[in-house]
């Protein structure tokens, strides 16, 4: 008779009292239980089922939370919080969302960090490990990552210096033979030798990184983990164990309880199958595939013109198809931003017309190099920046802070565009000939693509159409290719605000996806047959830079001017419109009253966008009180 | 009889036409320039040395600037420019500023990106290559970089990337047996291996990567280095070509022009050696130095403190006296600022309190570790930050941004001390356990010291003694050490401002290196016995917060405020006071005028810092003017 282990596990020790038998049975269970959660909740299931059977020898042979382990990116972490006392969460539907998708201290004491990009966990467990020895404690350290993470920079200098200092860390790596989508770059055929070779073959990358190494073929057999992870537990060196598994294994199971579900389980990003089987595709993928059936257009004429993504092209619209057509237009560089900006820099200044694609939050981790290599050089690369801007999203991915990161930056000009047309006209534009440096486009979230569907505009499935028609629609010259093409259309330069309304006395600034918001405050502050404001609304086009012409000429007919932006102030875009009007009053006694309403400077951890806005005051009735509230200070309106 | 080639080259097409003893003769005429430039001019002279016969031998064999060459890091890049037109700057003392220190397109056209950072030459050659590829061009590609920057995280992206992508790409790879300081990591057992078996022993990295690998054992041999560069020039495929050379080659000889010079030739970093053979020590060093001499009295009863610098020691007051008697208490983990911060957050996490010791431009290649892996995790890491602010430094180095960069990380408190017994302070309550989280303490530049000195301190060349004498005279408790010593002394929390002078109406925020600046405005203010106005002095203390409390006071009796900070204004600590008062304003009415004086948004490149502070209005003269025209504006005072 099978016992439901999963029901009655409460701390990993009891993992340890286990016999053989029983823990293949708890390593069945958790498959199931994955596969079914991953169906009706979404998550990273495919790298959770590969790693089944080694969370649960490492918890068989390691002592959490005395042992420390420490879960690369983190995402990966499932069995691990199923065995250290949180698997209700990933067993009843109603805890789901009582744990985050990632490694979390307050959560766990068997957690040790939060988590959520790719490549540290080597350097971190590296640290542990040096207080540990400082110390002189006698606790085991354990650094988990996965074959994407080998290409990510900072794993492979905590790898380097691991090797260096020395002591007991054991780096579990963990070779399912593929990343997020694919493996890129040139170490991968000597790892799939090393596999071949049952670990024995040269050159080893490890060892050429001066650590000692050992192979396991059977990362799916619960045992032999075990007594791997047994062999290499009281190492006084550094060990990378290399264990060979199978991403996903189990995925395609009959479920008994639910038998074949039809919501499909991603195994890789987090989605909502089955609630979100018939909803329509978001803004990431909307935008991202109208963007790539546009330049898709460009690629016989222009050699230059390619699509740099890091890893991460599904979840922006990059799909299969369009990389397979795109051929050597697109590159996929693996887990590493800093390159894929470098390179990038490199295709510009050759005479290209780079796009490098990825999300706000792992474009942070290139601002060295957007600053240097990038803006210094003035290269002409464009930026597609997906999900900046305030979202729901954990607190290891939020856009809240793309603003204050990119928008400071010298010679970085960035953009935000308020519509679907508008971002395909800035990409147009930016990886035109006619454009010289470098450009941040702000991909719009679902606040804009609302808008445009009202309109009629990306409602079909197939966004794909509205990319081809601007293509088809818009000749934008491309001087300097070898077609030698005529420019047909001036490109537009996106250097300047647009004004939506005209009004006077308030004058609303509502930048990218605050735009929607923007219009309903100017029709409310009109609404009001007593006290209606006629207010101006204008569209600022660029969040790096403020258009000084026209706030100059704003401040002649008003007196009031509000910035509304979905991103940190600190550091932020409506700040900037405030030291524009604080210099003019300086120079010309002119006074305007600016009231910035944006993001406050926190991390926030899944929390709702209504919640988020409604704490920030990022709704209508509330900026309309704070407008007629300074309107009445400045005089602009009765009490 | 010698030709002087040096004095009659112009184009590199020229090298291409020397015969092998002229060829000789030339590197021997180079070799004994840049020693004479380095003793009179100072420069990175010692890697320069080293890479003489290297760069010789690329221009006999590549045809640039048809073919590319992109030096990493760049400041190897003397001799390379000595043959491409600037010879005369390295020779004649008059033309010793006509270029920088790094390669400039805006000097030459063979020179292809401005860099100054290190390990991204291997990622912008697979971007030239791969535009080359699409062109269907065929001009050959070559990336030169040294054994420091291999341990760069991006560095391996590019490798890895360079491997998969294919083409003619060729890697110099100097392997001068040390980068700055050491070369630190386990790679490089494994280097020396490579070395001492001619290229052949297994495992070799380059190979793991999947690159082409040759070995070149006398790179300081310019025939050998031509026929090795022959062999590989017309590769189909990327290729490391592993040269030794022995960095520094030539600097002890004679020179018959100047004897034996007294000023010492440092092999690294810029110096002006005669000038300032008998000058003080500079801020970085004296300040650098007093923190070492300090953290170093509680090495013995604090394991978990400890210092940690990403190959910069040097320069920073991290002599290496201090590193051997500091043992395992200091680390150095190559240039490998990601991997540093990072390993910092897991010490912290453990209990320990790290400090991990760079430059602002250094700790921006970090900002994504800042944000997640140290603040979202809130561990208590002390990142000291030298070189931040406005400064003379080229346009790859600058200070002026860091307030951008890492004031508006959420849970990072950013603290600017206002003299050296603060900045001691500061470091003391950081790491100390009275402190849990993440502190940056931007080390005072040459204003602060020069205040400082004007009192007496920090005036000898033995700064330890004040760091010495600091740590005698305070004990703050370290509860928690295994020692069980008791808190004698709160420790001082850093998160609110102080008052240095009370006046009225007029209120001056001079944050960090701007507070002697901030007095003379006050003093200047107070001096006019017509209009005498007595201002209020204020040290904000932190730059990456407001002391709202203090702010909320100064509004009941100022109606001015300005604040004054020697770093980038947009996204700086100036607008975080404007925007409380215009919160104060939207909630209260209290109209406080704010002034924030301050650097522009741009790039500098080896500007003098009195220059940068006439253009910014950072003068004493300008903010007094500034400030009597609001005064009037505000009705303050009379006209």
Redesign the interface.
């Known amino acids: 008779m099978t016992v439901d282990l999963l029901g009655t596990l409460r701390l990993p020790d009891e993992v340890r009292m286990l016999d053989a038998d029983q823990l293949e049975q708890l390593c069945a269970q958790i498959r199931l239980a994955l596969v079914r959660y991953g169906k009706q909740h979404g998550g990273h299931i495919g790298s959770n089922l590969g790693l089944v059977e080694a969370c649960v020898a490492l918890h068989a042979v390691f002592d959490s939370p005395r042992d420390?382990i420490?879960f690369d990116v983190s995402h990966q972490s499932y069995v691990h919080k199923i065995l250290t006392g949180r698997a209700s969460a990933f067993v009843n539907e109603e805890q789901f969302d009582t744990v985050t998708g990632f490694t979390n201290?307050q959560e766990s004491e068997h957690d040790?960090?939060?988590?959520?990009?790719t490549g540290?966990a080597v350097?971190?467990?590296?640290?542990?490990?040096?207080?540990?020895?400082?110390?002189?404690d006698d606790y085991h350290v354990v650094a988990v990552l996965g074959d994407g993470a080998l290409?990510?920079?900072?794993a492979?200098?905590?790898?380097?210096?691991?090797?260096?200092?020395g002591g007991n860390i054991i780096i579990v790596f963990n070779d399912n033979e593929m990343s997020i989508a694919e493996n890129?770059?040139?170490?991968?055929?000597?790892l799939a030798r090393l596999r071949e070779s049952q670990g024995t073959a040269?050159?080893?990358?490890f060892?050429?990184?001066?650590?000692d190494y050992r192979y396991v073929e059977h990362g799916n057999d619960v045992h032999a983990m075990i007594q791997a992870l047994r062999e290499v537990k009281d190492t006084d060196h550094p060990v990378v164990l290399h264990i060979h598994t199978c991403k996903g294994l189990g995925l395609d199971q009959q479920d008994a309880h639910y038998g074949v579900l039809e919501g499909r389980c991603e195994a890789n990003h987090w989605q909502n199958p089955l609630a979100q089987a018939n909803a329509p595709l978001g803004s990431r993928k909307t935008y991202g595939r109208a963007i790539m059936a546009m330049l898709e257009q460009r690629f016989d004429e222009e050699?230059?013109l390619?699509v740099i993504s890091p890893a991460t092209p599904g979840s922006n619209g990059i799909t299969r198809e369009f990389r397979e057509r795109a051929g050597?237009?697109y590159?996929d560089?693996?887990i590493?931003e800093?390159?894929a900006v470098?390179?990038?820099?490199?295709?510009?200044?050759?005479?290209?017309r780079?796009v490098v694609a990825t999300s706000a939050t792992f474009f942070?981790?290139t601002?060295?190099?957007l600053?240097?290599?990038v803006?210094?050089?003035h290269t002409p690369v464009t930026l597609l920046e997906f999900s900046g801007g305030l979202s729901d999203a954990d607190?290891?991915h939020s856009g809240a802070?793309d603003i204050?990161?990119f928008?400071?930056?010298?010679?970085l000009l960035g953009l935000a565009p308020t519509s679907g047309e508008q971002l395909l006209a800035m990409v147009d534009w930016a990886t035109s000939q006619a454009n010289d440096g470098p450009v941040m486009i702000r991909v719009p979230g679902p606040q804009i693509l609302d808008a445009d569907r009202a309109q009629g505009l990306f409602v079909s499935g197939e966004p794909e159409r509205e990319g081809l028609q601007y293509a088809r629609n818009h000749t934008l010259g491309r001087d300097g290719d070898?077609a030698g093409a005529e420019i047909t259309i001036v490109p537009q330069d996106f250097r300047t605000s647009r004004v939506i309304k005209q009004g006077r006395g308030v004058a609303v600034l509502a930048l990218g996806n605050t735009m929607p918001l923007g219009r309903d405050v100017v029709d409310m502050l009109a609404a009001d047959d007593a006290n209606a404001i006629e207010a101006t609304l204008v569209d600022p086009v660029m969040f790096s830079d403020v258009d000084e012409t026209l706030l100059r000429q704003l401040a002649h007919d008003h007196s009031v001017v509000v910035t509304l932006e979905d991103a940190?102030?600190?550091?932020g875009w409506g700040?900037?419109v405030?030291?524009f009007y604080?210099q003019l009053?300086?120079q010309t006694?002119t006074q305007v009253?600016?009231?910035?309403v944006g993001a406050e400077?926190?991390?926030t951890d899944r929390v709702a966008l209504c919640e988020l806005n409604e704490r920030y005051g990022l709704t209508t009735p509330a900026i309309v009180h704070?407008i007629r509230?300074?309107a009445m200070?400045t005089g602009l309106q009765a009490c």
Chains 1, 2 share one sequence.
């Open positions: 420390r420490v201290p040790q960090f939060v988590l959520g990009h540290t350097s971190l467990a590296t640290g542990l490990a040096k207080m540990r020895d400082m110390n002189h290409s990510s920079a900072v492979f200098e905590g790898l380097n210096n691991a090797a260096e200092q890129h770059g040139g170490m991968y055929g000597q040269q050159p080893n990358l060892e050429a990184l001066g650590l050699p230059g390619m050597a237009h590159i560089t693996g590493t800093e390159h470098t390179f990038a820099s490199g295709v510009g200044k050759a005479g290209g780079p942070q981790r601002v060295d190099q600053q240097q290599e803006a210094l050089n607190n290891t802070f204050a990161m928008g400071n930056i010298p010679g070898e940190q102030l600190e550091g700040a900037k405030t030291r604080e009053a300086e006694g009253r600016v009231v910035n400077r926190e991390f704070t509230n300074v200070q």
